[in-house]
């Protein structure tokens, strides 16, 4: 399935961001001033978007990165799990 034909109909990101797949989990180049210099790192990303959990946002290296990127969709996994198991 090409991107462009990707359509995500849930009712929530978090539900979206639960069922990504390996091959929509990455890392990109992140580059930000920080006491006036420049400081070039990588952000996580799942399905092109920035994302960070409780250990950050940005790292030294694209593995941390996609590392992160790939415990945030865990996150949301276990999220999801734990909310279908609530009393309804």
């Given amino acids: 399935m ?3 034909s990707k359509v995500f109909f849930p009712a929530s990101k978090l539900l979206a961001y639960s069922i990504a797949h390996e091959c929509d989990i ?3 180049t992140f580059k930000v001033v920080e006491n006036g210099k420049l400081w070039v790192g990588y952000v996580g990303t799942v399905y092109n ?3 960070g959990t409780d250990k950050g946002f940005k790292f030294k290296t694209f593995d941390e ?3 992160n990127a790939a415990r ?3 996150e949301c996994r276990e999220a999801i ?3 279908s198991q609530e009393p309804a």
């Fill in 65 to 67: 990165a996609r590392d």
């Fill in 81 to 83: 799990s734990k909310k």
């Fill in 26 to 28: 990455s890392a990109e």
């Fill in 2 to 4: 090409s991107e462009s």
């Fill in 72 to 74: 945030f969709v865990c």
């Fill in 49 to 51: 978007t920035m994302v």
